[in-house]
């Protein structure tokens, strides 16, 4: 494996705690030893953020935990049986592999042999892009042909695209997110092919590793392109039958990064998918979505309240009491997606930024108002303090406690009295 170039200016290479990690690991300072690999050094490689920072070894997994504890530092086995160890130094984890080969794969999971061969371990990783490697010194080794292929924005499959696949079907989608993010251009044909055959192992993979897997797909620039070539050729089927299509996606990433609002992956989702109650139910169903998710998309397909670029801030501030801060933008994003008309563009604009600083306000009555003006304790008073609520939010969230007593006691004797 020969030496190629060097990583420059990268701050994680040589951060205290990177190089806490480093020297358990390597203490002769022998490049052969250990290594930095896959997404931090493409990343570094491509001048983009470097999120995780992953390692690998020649060291056995169990030889790992006893240099990182002699060392001083926490060792937590998050994958002692395929290798994996994470390290943690001033609070930052760091997950370390050790160099493998597979021996047995099912396309779900992958029974694996620890070896001391850097490029073999390279030959089991997915895309070449990903199987570049740095030692502690920024020097990159290149055993497969990952670096030309960064640069030029191709996600290629490492050797045959078929075997690759059938060893995990995930790499299916992760062709795709991969391509999304890095790729310039039309996808390999070679490895595009080979996904559109391997389709039927999609639904093999359990929903939670699915749906991480295409959250992150959705969080690209060029997620709606790569999804609309997904449903085109009909590789959602089983993953996510509930796509209606990319074109409300599409305007929704238009608007996200053209006003520069933060990419925000499960609305992104929502305006993939049909937006009805039993689509959500289904998905959630199928993928494990968490309450929080499954609860979010729920709200979006079951509230009803139409929403409009011209309403006016009493509408607004009304639509925004009842549905509460994140439906109403959310409902408002999906809905300017939505609308065809370009012209409408600051209307919603403006709508967003009122939307974004709008502060609840807080209901100045309580049981105790209620029950002093005579109305007696039970499902009658909830009723009363809604009506009066009704009331407060029609005059415009009035701060004049006085008026909103005299309302209390004019419903009062209106229904009870």
Known sequence: MGKTERLQNQDWLHDAATAQVVQALNPSQDGTLVRFVGGCVRNALLGQPVEDIDLATVHEPKAVIALLEAAGLQAVPTGLAHGTITAVAQGKPF?????????????????????????????????????????????????????????????????????????????????????????????????????????????QLSGERVQAEFLKLLKADRAAEVVGMMIDHDLLRDILPEARGAEALAHLIEIETGHL??????????????????????????????????????????????????????????????????????????TWAADPKTSNTVRWRALHAVAETWERPVFPLTGKDALAAGVPPGPEMGRVLAEVEDWWVDAEFTEDKFSLIERLKAVVQATII
């Not at 997110?177 to 595009?192: I, K, Q, S, V």
């Not at 979006?300 to 509460?324: D, K, N, P």
Request: proline residues 2%; glycine residues 6%; hydrophobic residues 45%.
């Open 95 to 203: 997950e370390i592999t050790t160099l493998r080969a597979d021996i047995e794969t099912d396309g779900r999971r992958a029974k694996v042999a620890f070896t001391r061969d850097w490029r073999e371990d390279a030959e089991r990783r997915d895309f070449t892009m990903n199987a570049i490697y740095a030692d502690p010194d920024g020097m990159l080794f290149d055993p497969v042909g990952g670096i030309a292929d960064a640069k030029a924005g191709r996600v290629q499959f490492i050797g045959d695209a078929d075997a690759r696949i059938m060893e995990d079907y995930l790499r299916i989608l992760r062709f795709f997110r991969f391509n999304a993010r890095y790729a310039t251009g039309a996808p390999d044909e070679t490895g595009f092919t080979a996904c559109v055959r391997a389709a039927h192992g999609l639904k």
């Open 261 to 334: 609002f933060t990419c925000d992956a499960e609305l992104r989702l929502a305006a993939l998918i049909e937006n009805s109650e039993a689509a959500v139910s289904a998905l959630a169903q199928r993928w494990k979505l968490s309450n929080a998710l499954r609860n979010r998309l729920l709200a979006i397909a079951q509230h009803t309240t139409e929403l409009v670029c011209y309403l006016s801030m009493r509408e607004t501030r009304r639509a925004l009491y009842q549905m509460g801060q994140q439906l109403f933008l959310d409902r408002l994003m999906l």
